[in-house]
């Protein structure tokens, strides 16, 4: 299959998995600044809250003060808060939902269109980030493709899911991830000196 073609059905695949739905779970969420919570106390209606993330972390609740919540996902501070408001009130049920996020950044480098920084409101997966990002380019090696989390490796095969529709590979992004779709000389060759258009050419 020539590069343009690859290409071409790569798009299609994603465009295809994407208008297919991809239910996402908020659960593993890690809170982080300028997050929009709203905060609950069952039973106790005037308590409710909306509360931004500062950007030193905190937020500030009823009968608790400042209290720590960026690197916590919600069911984490819900806790924290019910441990908190123990000593005023008795037995309380605490929930914590997202309500905006703001702090949500994910990096993809290498071969696609459009390689930089993402940006969004909600949880992303990998095969909308790629989507995102233009898609991959000619160039692209799906098969060397990982994603880098803090200094961990996650080895999702970008080629499965991007070709195949493999939808176990489309893993859910976290904050700051990495995205990293190496190029490979032998899907394309580099083009320089006095050309009209320098740069990179696919092989058909």
Do not use: H
């Not at 071409?8 to 929009?36: Q, R």
């Amino acid at each position: 299959m020539s590069g343009r073609l690859r290409t071409l059905f790569a798009t299609v695949s994603l465009l295809w998995l994407l208008l297919a739905g991809v239910p996402l779970c908020a659960a593993e969420y890690v809170i982080g600044a300028a997050d929009v919570l709203f905060i609950s106390v069952l039973g106790n209606k005037d308590l409710d809250t909306v509360s931004s993330v500062t950007p030193g972390g905190k937020i500030s609740f009823p009968l608790v003060g400042d209290v720590q919540a960026a690197g916590l996902t919600a069911e984490e501070l819900a806790d924290r808060l019910m441990r908190a408001l123990s000593e005023k009130i008795k037995s309380p049920v605490v929930s914590v939902s997202l309500r905006e996020i703001n702090s949500y950044r994910v990096y993809v480098l290498g071969g696609v269109a459009k390689p930089g920084v993402l940006s969004s409101k909600s949880e992303i997966t990998l095969l909308q980030a790629l989507a995102l990002a233009g898609g991959v380019t000619p160039g692209a090696d799906l098969t060397l493709g990982y994603v880098a989390r803090g200094n961990k490796r996650l080895d999702a095969d970008f080629r499965k899911l991007v070709m195949q529709g493999d939808l176990s590979q489309n893993i859910i992004l976290k904050p700051e991830d990495v995205v990293v779709v190496p190029t490979s000389p032998k899907n394309a060759v580099f083009v320089m000196g006095e050309v009209r258009n320098p740069g990179t050419v696919p092989l058909e």
